[in-house]
């Protein structure tokens, strides 16, 4: 399986967004099962990470309370699906942010 990789960021690091408010929008596009943002059909894997620097970071960087950057996997499958493209325009539009393909 082949993967895409996207990412949300604030405007400037210091910038942050409120996780809760985050983890309960995309919790109900029905799309995640349980507490995990991840979905196997179609995949889509999200994190939500408060970063000290938007290219040095790793996914035990989440906080509770603040996230400024989100990096995001689909695959080649997947990245069309009409859930998965439903979910990353309805992110960008609630982050008030665009969606950013990392190469």
């Known amino acids: 399986m082949d993967y895409v ?12 967004w409120n996780t809760a408010e985050i983890e309960a929008y995309l919790h109900q596009t029905g799309l995640f099962p349980g507490d995990a943002l991840t979905a196997q059909d179609p995949f889509l894997d999200i994190s939500l990470l408060n970063v000290k620097s938007y290219d040095s970071w790793n996914g035990n960087d989440y906080d509770a309370q603040k ?7 689909t695959s080649t499958a997947s990245e069309r699906h009409p ?21």
Not at 67 to 73: K, L
Not at 83 to 103: C, I, K, M, N, R
């Open 5 to 16: 990789y996207y990412h949300f960021k604030t405007h400037d690091i210091s910038e942050t």
């Open 67 to 73: 996230t400024n950057y989100i990096p995001i996997v």
């Open 83 to 103: 859930q998965v493209q439903a979910v990353l325009h309805g992110l960008a539009a609630f982050l008030h942010t665009d969606l950013q393909e990392d190469w």
